[in-house]
T-cell receptor, first 115, second 115 residues
Framework: AQTVTQSQPEMSVQEAETVTLSCTYD???????LFWYKQPPSRQMILVIR??????QNATENRFSVNFQKAAKSFSLKISDSQLGDTAMYFC????????????FGKGTRLHILP | DTEVTQTPKHLVMGMTNKKSLKCEQH?????MYWYKQKAKKPPELMFV???????INESVPSRFSPECPNSSLLNLHLHALQPEDSALYLC??????????????FGNGTRLTVT
């Protein structure tokens, strides 16, 4: 069975700093997808970034980037130039290839951006 | 603006009431999901519909009854709930069975309180 582990329950950083959120996962699959979701106090789950396991290049979306280490089964999220609006719960998620509609979430990291 | 619309935003119901949660999407997605989320926890999968057929039921009690009238609509019928069922109920949708990664698109959720 697949598992997703986020080892940092809570983090705080100053505005404009860079912060890295950790995520590790366990799977015997060779192809899969990984996601980071953000859930601000408004409670909507928002997709931040996605990564296909067969792609070696790390995904980037503006200030958000990932460090995907397939052999180590690690998928960390880096937020550069953090902003107050980045304050949220961040969930790492794993999905097997198409044919399995199930997504597995980690327990989340609560991130506070301090003014 | 969310592309997955959930109504109502808040619901308070007694343990003998019958109520329904509604979810609608117009993105052409063929997979729709119900998740339950307790405070400070990740979403827990309840049900998945793929092409209007129930494909996953995560051993959810029968007091929760899902329904997918068509590819755009998803309902969750509630009857004889318990106070511990109080939670945020999230609806999501995605492409299903496609040969590319398909992240979930979430609605804003319904905050349910059972008294």
């Amino acid at each position: 069975a697949q598992t997703v582990t986020q080892s940092q329950p809570e983090m705080s950083v100053q505005e404009a700093e860079t912060v890295t959120l950790s995520c590790t996962y366990d799977t015997s699959e060779s192809n899969y997808y990984l996601f980071w979701y953000k859930q601000p106090p408004s409670r909507q789950m928002i997709l931040v970034i996605r990564q296909e396991a067969y792609k070696q290049q790390n995904a980037t979306e503006n200030r958000f980037s990932v460090n995907f280490q397939k052999a180590a089964k690690s998928f960390s999220l880096k937020i550069s130039d953090s902003q107050l609006g980045d304050t949220a719960m961040y969930f790492c998620a794993f999905m097997k290839p198409p044919g399995d509609d199930k997504i597995i979430f980690g327990k989340g990291t609560r991130l506070h951006i301090l003014p | 603006d969310t592309e997955v619309t959930q109504t109502p935003k808040h619901l308070v119901m007694g343990m003998t009431n019958k109520k329904s949660l509604k979810c609608e999407q117009h993105m052409g997605h063929r997979a729709m999901y119900w998740y339950k989320q307790k405070a400070k926890k990740p979403p827990e999968l309840m049900f998945v519909y793929s092409y209007e057929k129930l494909s996953i039921n995560e051993s959810v009690p029968s007091r929760f009854s899902p329904e997918c009238p068509n590819s755009s609509l998803l309902n969750l019928h509630l009857h004889a709930l318990q106070p511990e069922d109080s939670a945020l109920y999230l609806c999501a949708s995605s492409h299903s069975g496609e040969k590319y990664n398909s992240p979930l698109h979430f609605g804003n959720g319904t905050r349910l309180t059972v008294t």
